[in-house]
């Protein structure tokens, strides 16, 4: 079966630097995407990857290693404003996404 | 430039009751899709069409239908709702479908079942 896998919560500190993990198992691949998303609201896309290595984005950057089936989303500088949930996502090879249930990220100041 | 719409913005449905969700997008966007967004699940993809006048069935069809007489809408309809259909329903629209396409989402319906 398809899977992604990603923590339920984490709680980090303002100014600081917070990983968020996402592992996969799915049926082909055609890239992995992050998507942010505040409580209410809709999932906004943030990053990309297809090939292996780092994509970096202002304060957001995304790994890739599809060897692994892993990624990370890297949030350097954290402000109150990134409180939300994370959804990790990848592209199987019927281009569909399947969804991880998301990451909670708890900012304190 | 608006993006993607839905209506209603929320609604509250008697089980039995038919009902239309309402998505309409502005991006001339080829593919578009709907979800279904439930507490502690990811989303999950209700139905699909990657052009005007196909659609496919995604990972939880059952009790849900969709056309796509146009590029610019797709509605999706609950013929006859139950209480598990309660979650909040998601349209999102991309430029192709195809490998790499980004996804982008309208602002979402909450459903209650009753």
């Known amino acids: 079966g398809q899977n992604i896998d990603q923590p339920t919560e984490m709680t980090a500190t303002e100014g600081a630097i917070v990983q968020i993990n996402c592992t996969y198992q799915?049926?082909?691949?055609?890239?992995l995407f992050w998507y942010q998303q505040h409580a209410g609201e809709a999932p906004t896309f943030l990053s990309y990857n297809v090939l292996d290595g780092l994509e970096e984005k202002g304060r957001f950057s995304s790994f890739l290693s599809r060897s692994k089936g892993y990624s990370y989303l890297l949030l350097k500088e954290l402000q109150m404003k990134d409180s939300a949930s994370y959804l990790c996502?990848?592209?199987?090879?019927?281009?569909?996404?399947?969804w991880g249930a998301g990451t909670k990220l708890i900012i304190k100041p | 430039i608006a993006g993607i719409t839905q209506a209603p913005t929320s609604q509250i449905l008697a089980a039995g009751r038919r009902m239309t969700l309402r998505c309409t997008q502005d991006?001339?966007?080829?593919?578009m899709y709907w979800y279904r967004q439930d507490l502690g699940l990811g989303l999950r993809l209700i139905h699909y069409s990657n052009t005007a006048g196909t659609t496919g069935k995604g990972e939880v069809p059952d009790g849900y239908s969709v056309s796509r007489a146009n590029t610019d809408d797709f509605p999706l309809t609950l013929a006859s709702a139950v209480p598990s259909q309660t979650s909040v329903y998601f349209c999102a629209s991309s430029d192709s479908g195809g490998p790499g396409d980004t996804q982008y989402f309208g602002p979402g319906t909450r459903l209650t079942v009753l």
């Open positions: 996502a990848v592209m199987d090879s019927n281009y569909q996404l399947i």
């Open positions: 991006m001339r966007h080829n593919a």
């Open positions: 799915t049926s082909g691949f055609n890239g």
